[in-house]
């Protein structure tokens, strides 16, 4: 079992929508493997987005848990808002975990309708079960794009190989080093709200995607 794992059949419910412009669509089967990813890493802050005076919800990950984004300064002010804000909503996520919430302010400050219930999911599956987890999550290959009606397109991979999953009923740690399925691949939709907050609508994901291969 792996994060991403939990989360394609998590994020499956959010439905299957068109990627105008970035190739793909549903979850993101395409058969080309994504080039050139961006090897700096960085860690989002709320002041890269364009809604630097909103205020803010707390989010705290436990001292275990590492979430690595890469490629998040493009060049283009827009787009790093929204790759700002789609990192926030993933570490909203596990922040909500380690609260053993499903309704966290974060979590839904950066989330909203199909998006913010599949989220919902996957954080109560977790608590429901009593599961945790550990190490590296890596979040490369970042792509954005914007459709016609002003939302914008968030294609991204996850590396979970230096990840570890507890078992929070039988207590057995699993690791998934070189296992193809340690990575996937997320089509995201976020709409931007009033706030000027880029907040996540719909989620698609494939588990062991080949476009996230090493």
Avoid at 121 to 144: H, L, P, Q, S
Avoid at 177 to 198: H, I
Wanted: with cysteine.
């Amino acid at each position: 079992m792996t994060r991403g794992m939990m989360r394609t059949g998590a994020f499956a419910t959010a439905g299957i929508f068109l990627l105008a412009g970035c190739g793909g669509g549903g979850g993101g089967d395409s058969s080309d493997k994504i080039k050139g990813a961006d090897a700096a890493t960085h860690s989002p802050s709320p002041s890269a987005s364009a809604s630097a005076g909103v205020q803010r919800p707390k989010i705290t990950l436990p001292s275990r848990v590492k979430n690595v984004f890469e490629g998040q300064h493009t060049g283009d002010p827009k787009k790093d808002a929204v790759l700002a804000d789609n990192a926030l909503r993933i570490n909203s996520i596990d922040d909500a975990i380690a609260r053993g919430k499903t309704d966290t302010p974060a979590l839904d400050f950066y989330s909203s309708g199909a998006g913010l219930v599949s989220a919902q999911v996957f954080v109560k599956e977790w608590v429901a079960n009593g599961d945790t987890w550990g190490g590296v999550d890596r979040y490369y290959n970042r792509r954005v794009s914007f459709r016609a009606d002003g939302a914008a397109v968030v294609i991204y991979c996850s590396d979970e190989s230096k990840a570890y999953f507890t078992d929070g009923k039988t207590g057995k740690v699993e690791r998934s080093p070189g296992k193809s399925d340690a990575y996937t691949l997320y089509n995201t939709r976020l709409v931007e709200s009033p706030q000027g907050v880029w907040r996540t609508v719909d989620v698609t994901s494939k588990g062991g995607a080949s476009q996230c291969q090493p």
